[in-house]
């Protein structure tokens, strides 16, 4: 009877922060706008191969994405910063909402080209870029410093879930009612993201707000470089998605490598975030890593391995199985890098630090998409994605190499 009621305790422990009703609401909207996220991408890389059949012109979409990130991702930081999170988000979720509605009208008349697809990449990288670090630094004015690790995990559950989610729904709708159905779906879930997130509190950027300038960006960046754990974290996340990234091929794969329509495409892209949903699922009921620095190495070490049996692989149901093993070991990155770069960082700078932090991660998944895809277009799709998963582990290499703060680095401290 006592170790029944230690576990429920124990169990109880770990969801009291769904208790806290803004938690829930930013819960709501984190999946709704996760699902829309995918969603979007993955129908605007099968509309683009759809219209071309080139590899390239899939690799031209990261481009388009990672330059906004380049030259506003600071600044951005510096603005969220310094304003209320909650209407940024609103704000740049707004801007996404008349990209997929204008996408949906073009396409339903006929008359979308891929200039029209390539400037709504463009408009909606540009408000994700805004809306990143301000989302990002929500979540720890909500929750305790002692419910947020489990709170990331639930967190990242929930995203996972929506990122699974998304690339099934464009697959299944745009099988039976065409692509232009799928931009409007997009629509209906970012007005259900917008509306989840009118009902958090008003928050600050921060309990002394900073001016946006110069000197504040700069702020943010020497953070970075003098906290060796937070620069490998988005160091190895970086280069190890630039090279192991097989995303922006999975167009190529579906249809001319396992041979599969619009639905098996879905499935298949879906499947490394069914992947992550899973492992994911699995760590909200384990204890909280304590080695993380040592765990995040290993993670990555075991995505470059899936992303080269993926790369070799010609039946379905195995590429499936594999890219889900790759999501696997991308939630584990993806929640011990967030606990450990939010938990690392003072309240006043999260806004930036994680501009910076989404500098690094637009660059690992737009300049992936791009290698991925311009490679693939001089060699093969199978040589850019096993290059790039044995990219993967030499990066890992080289980071336990030269960082031991990383490699040593644990929660408790």
């Given at each position: 009877?006592?170790?029944?009621?230690?576990?429920?305790?124990?169990?109880?422990?770990?969801?009291?922060?769904?208790?806290?009703?803004?938690?829930?609401?930013?819960?709501?909207?984190?999946?709704?706008?996760?699902?829309?996220?995918?969603?979007?991408?993955?129908?605007?890389?099968?509309?683009?191969?759809?219209?071309?059949?080139?590899?390239?012109?899939?690799?031209?979409?990261?481009?388009?994405?990672?330059?906004?990130?380049?030259?506003?991702?600071?600044?951005?930081?510096?603005?969220?910063?310094?304003?209320?999170?909650?209407?940024?988000?609103?704000?740049?979720?707004?801007?996404?909402?008349?990209?997929?509605?204008?996408?949906?009208?073009?396409?339903?008349?006929?008359?979308?080209?891929?200039?029209?697809?390539?400037?709504?990449?463009?408009?909606?990288?540009?408000?994700?870029?805004?809306?990143?670090?301000?989302?990002?630094?929500?979540?720890?004015?909500?929750?305790?410093?002692?419910?947020?690790?489990?709170?990331?995990?639930?967190?990242?559950?929930?995203?996972?879930?929506?990122?699974?989610?998304?690339?099934?729904?464009?697959?299944?709708?745009?099988?039976?009612?065409?692509?232009?159905?799928?931009?409007?779906?997009?629509?209906?879930?970012?007005?259900?993201?917008?509306?989840?997130?009118?009902?958090?509190?008003?928050?600050?950027?921060?309990?002394?707000?900073?001016?946006?300038?110069?000197?504040?960006?700069?702020?943010?960046?020497?953070?970075?470089?003098?906290?060796?754990?937070?620069?490998?974290?988005?160091?190895?996340?970086?280069?190890?998605?630039?090279?192991?990234?097989?995303?922006?091929?999975?167009?190529?794969?579906?249809?001319?490598?396992?041979?599969?329509?619009?639905?098996?495409?879905?499935?298949?892209?879906?499947?490394?975030?069914?992947?992550?949903?899973?492992?994911?699922?699995?760590?909200?009921?384990?204890?909280?890593?304590?080695?993380?620095?040592?765990?995040?190495?290993?993670?990555?070490?075991?995505?470059?391995?899936?992303?080269?049996?993926?790369?070799?692989?010609?039946?379905y149901p195995l590429s499936i199985?594999?890219?889900?093993?790759?999501?696997?070991?991308?939630?584990?990155?993806?929640?011990?890098?967030?606990?450990?770069?939010?938990?690392?960082?003072?309240?006043?700078?999260?806004?930036?630090?994680?501009?910076?932090?989404?500098?690094?991660?637009?660059?690992?998944?737009?300049?992936?998409?791009?290698?991925?895809?311009?490679?693939?277009?001089?060699?093969?799709?199978?040589?850019?994605?096993?290059?790039?998963?044995?990219?993967?582990?030499?990066?890992?290499?080289?980071?336990?190499?030269?960082?031991?703060?990383?490699r040593g680095y644990r929660l408790?401290?």
């Amino acid at each position: 009877m006592i170790a029944e009621e230690e576990r429920a305790s124990e169990l109880d422990s770990r969801f009291a922060v769904f208790r806290e009703l803004p938690f829930r609401w930013f819960a709501v909207s984190r999946f709704f706008s996760g699902t829309a996220l995918t969603l979007l991408g993955s129908a605007v890389a099968w509309h683009v191969y759809s219209l071309t059949g080139r590899a390239d012109r899939l690799g031209l979409v990261g481009v388009i994405r990672f330059l906004p990130q380049l030259l506003l991702s600071l600044p951005a930081g510096a603005v969220a910063d310094s304003v209320d999170r909650r209407r940024l988000v609103q704000c740049a979720q707004a801007v996404t909402l008349t990209c997929s509605t204008t996408l949906c009208w073009l396409t339903w008349h006929g008359r979308v080209s891929l200039y029209a697809l390539y400037a709504a990449v463009g408009l909606a990288a540009t408000a994700g870029v805004f809306e990143q670090p301000a989302r990002a630094s929500l979540l720890p004015q909500l929750v305790s410093r002692e419910r947020f690790p489990r709170a990331v995990t639930l967190i990242a559950t929930l995203l996972f879930l929506g990122f699974a989610t998304g690339p099934m729904l464009t697959g299944l709708t745009t099988a039976r009612f065409g692509i232009a159905a799928a931009y409007g779906l997009h629509a209906l879930l970012v007005i259900t993201s917008i509306f989840s997130l009118s009902r958090l509190p008003a928050l600050r950027g921060a309990a002394n707000a900073v001016r946006v300038t110069w000197s504040a960006i700069a702020e943010g960046l020497r953070y970075v470089w003098s906290n060796k754990v937070v620069l490998g974290c988005m160091t190895l996340d970086m280069f190890a998605v630039i090279l192991g990234g097989a995303t922006a091929l999975l167009p190529v794969y579906a249809r001319d490598i396992l041979q599969v329509d619009a639905g098996g495409y879905g499935l298949l892209s879906g499947s490394l975030e069914t992947g992550s949903l899973l492992m994911s699922a699995l760590l909200v009921f384990r204890p909280t890593f304590q080695a993380a620095g040592r765990s995040l190495l290993w993670a990555v070490v075991a995505y470059g391995l899936a992303t080269i049996a993926f790369g070799v692989s010609r039946s379905y149901p195995l590429s499936i199985a594999l890219y889900m093993m790759v999501g696997m070991a991308d939630a584990v990155s993806v929640v011990l890098r967030s606990t450990m770069v939010q938990l690392a960082t003072p309240d006043a700078l999260r806004g930036r630090v994680s501009s910076v932090n989404f500098i690094f991660i637009g660059a690992s998944n737009n300049l992936g998409q791009a290698e991925s895809g311009f490679l693939a277009e001089l060699t093969s799709a199978t040589f850019a994605v096993v290059f790039g998963g044995v990219g993967c582990l030499v990066v890992a290499a080289l980071v336990a190499w030269r960082l031991p703060q990383l490699r040593g680095y644990r929660l408790a401290e």
